[in-house]
């Protein structure tokens, strides 16, 4: 999907003149041109089935005119641009950094936050690729490591742990990268980006597992392994997302992507599926020291309620 809104063609209608301007309202008017903003159009069959990820990447390729050094798009402009995961919808918004400025400022299509300049890496990682920054369609953008940053100080971390987990997971950053980023430059919301990094995993298998370690975290339950293998000699082996060894628990986060994403059932259908998951199940619960297998949907993991109270009835303590 990343590389399909990076081949959109966009029609800038400052490219035109009054004349042909005219005829390219008119085809607003009558549906076969959609505007991205003011003075950007797309062809409308090319927004079918775009996620708010997608939209908000089209924005930003659709703003690059504008933003150019010291300027860069930043933050959730930044993170679209380097394909991380979005748990929540993503903003309507661009986000871009100048170091001109001393406060926000804020308009209908973008926010304009100060900070450092963004090619100021030194140290142990300079000249390394996550730290430098990047560019779409020539405009500026913060490095990758730069946009996980500033994200961790900024954003919840319901959605900055998913897309810093995925980083590790994809070894394209390193935590230690991460660390020395936010030791290089002051920023407001500190020790908040101090626990959203320090929650990162590279053992995260998907976004909906990085938000249960976030919910683990906020109802207070023990430190849980994560990716354990229960093994059997000569009878196959499970991979569980989660395990509690002192209370005898399996945690599984299920997103209907396992049933339905043909990339994930590779061939199978989803009853086959299922089935699979059945039998998985059964071999994890014939292990001796397993008492209990707790399955979280992705609407369980939005309501931290319901997360502990699931815990709590399989034996693992909370607050």
Do not use: N
């Not at 063609?9 to 959609?34: F, N």
Request: proline fraction near 9%; charged fraction near 25%.
């Amino acid at each position: 999907m990343h590389d399909r809104v990076l081949a959109i063609p966009l029609v800038r209608t400052g490219d035109h003149p009054s004349a042909e301007r005219r005829a390219l309202q008119r085809r607003v008017h009558r549906g076969s041109l959609a505007p991205v903003r003011p003075g950007v159009l797309v062809d409308p069959s090319h927004l079918q089935g775009l996620r708010s990820e997608d939209r908000l990447l089209l924005l930003v390729r659709a703003t690059t005119p504008s933003v150019e050094l010291p300027r860069a798009f930043s933050h959730s402009s930044a993170a679209a641009v380097h394909g991380l995961p979005f748990v929540a919808p993503a903003p309507t918004r661009v986000d871009v950094l100048d170091p001109r400025l001393t406060r926000p400022e804020t308009t209908a299509l973008g926010r304009v936050r100060p900070g450092p300049e963004i090619d100021d890496t030194h140290g142990r990682w300079a000249g390394t690729p996550p730290t430098l920054p990047t560019e779409i369609d020539g405009a500026p953008v913060t490095s990758l490591v730069r946009t996980l940053v500033d994200l961790s100080a900024t954003a919840p971390l319901d959605d900055v742990v998913p897309m810093i987990d995925q980083a590790l997971h994809d070894r394209r950053v390193l935590p230690e990268m991460l660390l020395d980023e936010l030791a290089a430059h002051e920023r407001k919301g500190y020790d908040k980006a101090g626990t959203a990094i320090g929650m990162g995993s590279a053992l995260s298998g998907s976004p909906a597992e990085s938000v249960c370690r976030v919910r683990f975290r906020q109802v207070g339950t023990p430190e849980p392994v994560q990716q354990h293998e229960f093994r059997r000699a000569g009878g196959g082996t499970a991979v569980v997302d989660f395990w509690f060894p002192d209370q005898g628990v399996v945690v599984e986060v299920d997103g209907r992507a396992k049933y339905e994403d043909p990339t994930m059932l590779d061939g199978r259908t989803t009853a086959d599926a299922h089935w699979q998951e059945k039998r998985r199940e059964d071999f994890v619960r014939s292990f001796p020291e397993v008492r209990f297998v707790v399955r979280l949907s992705w609407a369980d993991l939005m309501q931290p309620d319901r997360v502990r109270a699931a815990l709590r009835r399989a034996g693992v303590p909370c607050r």
